[in-house]
């Protein structure tokens, strides 16, 4: 179902695209403020891409 308001479809980039840090080892979605991996507890964590993929 498309999100046809502007407002709404930026709240929902917003969401999916700024709001996460990806580990690099296991590929987790981890908050922002994480330090660790919640799954494997590494430190090598990466800010998610902030463009979508087509």
Known sequence: MPI???Y??????Y????KHLICRKCG????IK?????????K???PKRRERSK
């Open 4 to 6: 046809d308001d502007p």
């Open 15 to 18: 969401h999916l695209l700024a």
């Open 44 to 46: 090598d964590l990466r």
């Open 28 to 31: 987790a979605h981890n908050p």
């Open 8 to 13: 709404k479809r930026k709240i929902a980039a």
């Open 34 to 42: 994480a330090v660790k991996c919640r799954l494997c507890r590494s």
